[in-house]
């Protein structure tokens, strides 16, 4: 079974400031992973995923994740904050097993908020 | 390109009440559906899945069901809605890449 954990519901940083966003997963098997970013009354967005090679992945907007296979995290981070980045952040895992189908296991979510 | 569409964007209703959202997809053939619930503070639990035209799987024991009836159509429901069933609803597909594209969502209140 798969689990993903996201420390903290929310965090606040000011414009400019790093973001981190912290995800740890649970995986019996080699997992994919995945950061989904969801603006108020939408759906969500993927920013990036891990699957496998290099275990640092770019994303869109600036964001980046690397994967810690010792440390089964795969921590978000943006280098500077922008008002718009102000969104709820979703970490995901799913399983490498194979078949077709590709069920995601997400974590609560953390709300970043920007704060001018 | 494909795209995803699910309707309505909002829904109130009362306890008891019958349920039917709706999600089609287009611009794909045979792609894995999804639909999640999103419940304040928890997350976003999946609910049932689909490999193809009848095939559905249920993740959760729960007031909800699910059909198939067209490779592109995925359609949730309920014969009697509970207030537990409140919560945003989320279509979504996938094809090979792995990875989950979301229609917009449904807010659905039961009172």
Same mark, same amino acid.
Not at chain 1, 43 to 69: C, D, M, R
């Given at each position: 079974?798969?689990?993903?954990?996201?420390?903290?519901?929310?965090?606040?940083?000011?414009?400019?400031?790093?973001?981190?966003?912290?995800? *740890?997963?649970?995986?019996?098997?080699?997992?994919?992973?995945?950061?989904?970013?969801?603006?108020? *009354?939408?759906? +969500?967005?993927?920013? +990036?995923?891990?699957?496998?090679?290099?275990?640092?992945?770019?994303?869109?907007?600036?964001?980046?994740?690397?994967?810690?296979?010792?440390?089964?995290?795969?921590?978000?981070?943006?280098?500077?904050?922008?008002?718009? &980045?102000? #969104?709820?952040?979703?970490?995901?895992?799913?399983?490498?097993?194979?078949?077709?189908?590709?069920?995601?296991?997400?974590?609560?979510?953390?709300?970043?908020?920007?704060?001018? | 390109?494909?795209?995803?569409?699910?309707?309505? #964007?909002?829904?109130?209703?009362?306890?008891?009440?019958?349920?039917?959202?709706?999600?089609?997809?287009?611009?794909?053939?045979?792609?894995?559906?999804?639909?999640?619930?999103?419940?304040?503070?928890?997350?976003?639990?999946?609910?049932?899945?689909?490999?193809?035209?009848?095939?559905?799987?249920?993740?959760?024991?729960?007031?909800?069901? #699910?059909?198939?009836?067209? &490779?592109?159509?995925?359609?949730?429901?309920?014969?009697?809605?509970?207030?537990? &069933?409140?919560?945003?609803?989320?279509?979504?597909?996938?094809?090979?890449?792995?990875?989950?594209?979301?229609?917009?969502?449904?807010?659905?209140?039961?009172?």
């Amino acid at each position: 079974a798969q689990s993903v954990t996201q420390l903290g519901s929310h965090v606040s940083v000011s414009e400019g400031a790093l973001v981190l966003l912290r995800c *740890n997963y649970s995986s019996s098997v080699p997992p994919y992973l995945f950061w989904y970013v969801q603006y108020p *009354n939408q759906g +969500l967005q993927l920013l +990036l995923k891990y699957t496998t090679g290099a275990t640092l992945v770019k994303g869109i907007n600036g964001f980046e994740a690397e994967f810690k296979k010792s440390e089964t995290s795969f921590h978000l981070t943006k280098p500077s904050a922008h008002m718009s &980045d102000a #969104a709820e952040y979703f970490c995901a895992v799913s399983d490498n097993s194979g078949g077709s189908n590709y069920k995601l296991t997400f974590g609560k979510g953390t709300l970043l908020t920007v704060n001018p | 390109s494909q795209t995803i569409h699910q309707w309505p #964007a909002t829904l109130v209703q009362p306890v008891g009440s019958p349920l039917s959202l709706e999600c089609t997809v287009e611009g794909t053939s045979n792609p894995n559906l999804y639909w999640y619930r999103q419940a304040a503070g928890r997350g976003l639990q999946l609910l049932f899945y689909s490999v193809g035209i009848g095939q559905i799987s249920s993740e959760v024991p729960q007031n909800l069901s #699910a059909s198939r009836p067209q &490779d592109r159509q995925f359609i949730l429901s309920s014969k009697k809605l509970l207030l537990s &069933d409140s919560g945003f609803y989320l279509c979504a597909w996938s094809a090979t890449s792995r990875k989950l594209f979301f229609g917009s969502g449904t807010q659905l209140s039961v009172l």
